[in-house]
């Protein structure tokens, strides 16, 4: 099932013009939301958040303003069967909403974390980097490769070496007291949950600092996290590279400032 130019569709398959830029150069812009309490509205789902990411890209690119009632409408009706939902934008404005489920293992890796593999080939440094568009293959690539390796996640890094993002969140870092994560300005997505957890630091005393993540600063890093819409906060608890492998707790003290963000929310149905 899937909502495409305002029709929900019963079916898995998508009829495309062999000619359509989507197709021939990924040429589409993208967000993946999670929906709290069946709501839009819900601060967590942060649906104007979302429409704001889409369209810090159509604008720039000069594509067609999608119908944004619409778009809206084909959420509503996705949601109903689906807790997570990825809406992509074609450049002639039309949508293409399609739904899936919760990763099934996301209560065991919020609790004892995951494994990361560093991608330090340049085969996996993202082209348009603060805008998350259907060309997403040199991510989708370090994942695959991260896997190889015994590991769920990848991090991307510069080509100095510098630590960016992984192939699916941002990157949060613990030392000196505090909350760390790279600055937009590195070359990184601007990550809807990223900004939340910003703001909620923010609102706590707990400003969290944007620096370059050089190998000085991560050397310095008492306790490792990623993030994204979806899984929220997953602990990093080993780092693999051409460096001895670095070891991270999965339950530092730290890890309760990020995750007041998701304190005092109704009981969620997904």
Known sequence: MFFYNGTLHDSSTLDLSITDPALLYGA????????YEQSLDSPLTAWQAHCA?????????????????????????????????????????????IGRILPQELAIRQEVGVKA?????????????????????SSWLALQAAQ??????????????????????????????????????????PGVMRSQLINC?????????????????????????????????????EVFSENPTRVYPSSHNGFSQLRQLFLGQLPRKF
């Open 117 to 137: 593999w560093v991608a330090a080939d340049s085969l996996f440094i993202r082209s348009l980097p603060t805008h998350k568009t259907g060309n997403y293959l």
């Open 28 to 35: 589409t812009v993208f967000t993946t939301l999670r929906v």
């Open 53 to 97: 990411r889409l369209k810090s890209s159509v604008e720039p690119f000069q594509w067609s303003e999608p119908d944004w009632q619409r778009v809206r409408e084909g959420v509503e009706l996705m949601m109903a069967w689906w807790p997570v939902l990825r809406i992509a934008i074609f450049p002639d404005g039309r949508e293409l909403i």
């Open 201 to 237: 630091l923010t609102t706590h005393g707990h400003p969290a600092t944007l620096e370059p993540w050089t190998a000085d600063v991560v050397s310095g890093f008492e306790a490792l996290a990623y993030s994204n819409s979806v899984v929220e906060v997953i602990p990093i608890c």
């Open 148 to 189: 190889r390796e015994g590991c769920q996640e990848a991090i991307l890094i510069d080509a100095q070496g510098n630590w960016l993002e992984t192939s699916t969140g941002n990157l949060w870092g613990w030392r000196e007291g505090r909350w760390w994560t790279p600055p937009i300005e590195v070359g990184i997505l």
